[in-house]
């Protein structure tokens, strides 16, 4: 029997792939971003496969009840939300459940937003989020995925990686520009990095969309380490990056403090 370990090359990992379920989450990935549902030639163009392989991957969802079929479209189903809904409430589920009155009261306090996300490959997962009295155009919910690089909790989490760490995130993610404020250097980017580490914080200045700012804080367990990131976004023209520091930052700091005397419990 092959027992499985570090010793074992790269190209024996690659024999034990599966194209297939690759190729299907791929899909999954595809369908999760129309939430009106895709044509079958639509998701054939979208995952660069022929229309008989999308067909059997779409068909393949249905039956096993991830997606649904209605007419010609194809659409997730709540399956794969109470998935999701599963992940999310593991081990940290009690942790967000006392986090949400902690931060409705941030929210309500500054009349914006105030999210919580945890880092997953490149991007910002969102694990908590109460919404703000103020619209933004960014579509957020427990979930929702956001680049890593160009949001202030992606900052603060990339900053608990230590250098070696960190130089192999910027060498292999997909840096790519949202706005034309949007830092792409990754020289720059590991500077920024740097700064939120040495700060303890993180100010994003319109980088994931014009008009909109956001600052970030760092929670951590009782070993120290960067568990979770907390946010508080605002529109451009309510607070210039200054005023976010005096006034969003220290309710910010203390809902942070309270979670982390939560976590030290644990």
Known sequence: MEIENESNPPAAAGRDLVGSLAKGLGVVEILAEAPGGMTLTEVAAAAGLTRAGARRLLLTLVASGFARQEERRFVL????????????????????????????????ALGESCSAAVLEGEDVVYVARVAGR???????????????????????LLSDLD?????????????????????????AL????????????????????????????????????????????????????????????PPLLDAARKLEDFLALQ
């Open 77 to 108: 189903s709540a399956r794969l939300l109470s998935l999701t809904r599963a992940w999310l409430g593991g081990a940290s589920a009690s942790l967000w459940r006392y986090a949400e009155p902690i931060m409705r009261e941030v929210s309500e």
């Open 190 to 249: 590991a500077a920024k990095v740097a700064l939120a580490r040495q700060q303890g914080y993180a100010v994003v200045d319109e980088e994931l969309e014009l008009g909109l700012r956001s600052i970030a804080v760092p929670v951590r367990d009782k070993f120290g380490r960067i568990v979770a990131a907390l946010n508080v976004s605002t529109q451009s023209a309510r607070f210039t990056c200054p005023q976010m520091e005096r006034i969003l930052l």
């Open 163 to 187: 250098s070696a760490e960190l130089t192999r995130f910027l060498a292999h993610a997909s840096i790519g520009a949202k706005t034309a404020k949007t830092v792409t250097d990754k020289a």
């Open 134 to 156: 103020r619209i933004v155009s960014v579509a957020l919910h427990v979930g929702a995925r956001l680049p890593a690089h160009c949001t202030s909790m992606g900052r603060v």
